[in-house]
């Protein structure tokens, strides 16, 4: 699938380059937050269907895809949402829907918590959930000299192909394109730097006291053959949401925007419209 009138270009949020990949149209906005080590290349299946009915942006978060992997920036979810709210009103938005994969979720349920009035619906694929904060001793091992080497070699050495592997039910998707993609990031040495500002500065995900205020209408999506975030993480989700529902997938693994983009796009547009 191709996607007619994409545009490119980079933010300069709060002192950041963000990189942002966006179609501007009268129709309603959907911003597009993607997940740990990943980027806009999450949503190249559902953006060409997207397009006809809503304007889209998509936005790779500090420290991955190509945005900056700033040295100074605090890597939490607060300030991540923090910025995705500003990037809305740099585009001219003071609300939209919000689609949000992985750890994008949480970072979109932040939004919620933070600005309810500037998120219209969200729709949450496969989001991460009640995780905690790194603990204290791991911490503390990331200020040791070479920390950074270390997880450098250590992510390198599972490999690409490895790490798409856990994220597929059907292992038969993965190509050479996506492999090529996938792995762009992880030859950047900044993307260790920023990951390892992630562990420190990660706040944990939120409590089931703090998802119990959050009235925005959510969506819930999930591959019941997920590895990474089980289909647990969203049926507590969907529990502690107040308004919220869950939609499963039967042989999807974690990248369900790869495995059933036309499923994904229907299901968005019966929540949204």
């Given at each position: 699938?191709?996607?007619?009138?994409?545009?490119?270009?980079?933010?300069?949020?709060?002192?950041?380059?963000?990189?942002?990949?966006?179609?501007?149209?009268?129709?309603?906005?959907?911003?597009?937050?993607?997940?740990?080590?990943?980027?806009?290349?999450?949503?190249?299946?559902?953006?060409?269907?997207?397009?006809?009915?809503?304007?889209?942006?998509?936005?790779?978060?500090?420290?991955?895809?190509?945005s900056e992997?700033?040295?100074?920036?605090?890597?939490?979810?607060?300030?991540?949402?923090?910025?995705?709210?500003?990037?809305?009103?740099?585009?001219?938005?003071?609300?939209?829907?919000?689609?949000?994969?992985?750890?994008?979720?949480?970072?979109?349920?932040?939004?919620?918590?933070?600005?309810?009035?500037?998120?219209?619906?969200?729709?949450?694929?496969?989001?991460?959930?009640?995780?905690?904060?790194?603990?204290?001793?791991?911490?503390?091992?990331?200020?040791?000299?070479?920390?950074?080497?270390?997880?450098?070699?250590?992510?390198?050495?599972?490999?690409?192909?490895?790490?798409?592997?856990?994220?597929?039910?059907?292992?038969?998707?993965?190509?050479?394109?996506?492999?090529?993609?996938?792995?762009?990031?992880?030859?950047?040495?900044?993307?260790?730097?920023?990951?390892?500002?992630?562990?420190?500065?990660?706040?944990?995900?939120?409590?089931?006291?703090?998802?119990?205020?959050?009235?925005?209408?959510?969506?819930?999506?999930?591959?019941?053959?997920?590895?990474?975030?089980?289909?647990?993480?969203?049926?507590?989700?969907?529990?502690?949401?107040?308004?919220?529902?869950?939609?499963?997938?039967?042989?999807?693994?974690?990248?369900?925007?790869?495995?059933?983009?036309e499923l994904?796009?229907?299901?968005?547009?019966?929540?949204?419209?």
């Amino acid at each position: 699938m191709t996607v007619s009138g994409l545009k490119q270009t980079y933010l300069k949020v709060s002192g950041i380059n963000l990189y942002c990949e966006y179609i501007l149209n009268d129709k309603p906005p959907i911003l597009l937050i993607h997940g740990f080590a990943s980027s806009t290349y999450t949503f190249r299946r559902i953006v060409p269907l997207l397009q006809e009915h809503y304007s889209v942006v998509a936005v790779d978060l500090p420290g991955f895809g190509k945005s900056e992997k700033s040295t100074s920036f605090i890597y939490s979810f607060q300030n991540y949402a923090k910025l995705m709210l500003e990037c809305m009103e740099q585009f001219g938005y003071s609300n939209a829907h919000i689609v949000a994969h992985s750890m994008g979720g949480q970072i979109a349920l932040y939004m919620a918590m933070m600005a309810p009035e500037k998120v219209n619906k969200l729709v949450l694929l496969c989001s991460s959930g009640y995780l905690k904060r790194a603990k204290k001793p791991l911490v503390f091992t990331s200020y040791l000299p070479y920390f950074e080497k270390l997880v450098y070699h250590y992510i390198q050495r599972r490999g690409v192909i490895h790490h798409l592997k856990n994220v597929f039910f059907d292992q038969t998707l993965i190509n050479d394109e996506m492999i090529r993609e996938f792995g762009k990031p992880l030859d950047d040495m900044g993307f260790y730097k920023a990951l390892i500002r992630l562990l420190r500065h990660r706040e944990g995900d939120l409590l089931p006291k703090q998802l119990n205020g959050i009235q925005v209408p959510t969506l819930l999506i999930w591959g019941e053959e997920d590895r990474v975030v089980p289909v647990g993480v969203g049926k507590r989700l969907v529990s502690d949401l107040p308004d919220a529902q869950l939609i499963t997938y039967e042989k999807t693994g974690h990248l369900i925007t790869e495995e059933r983009p036309e499923l994904v796009f229907k299901n968005i547009m019966m929540h949204i419209n």
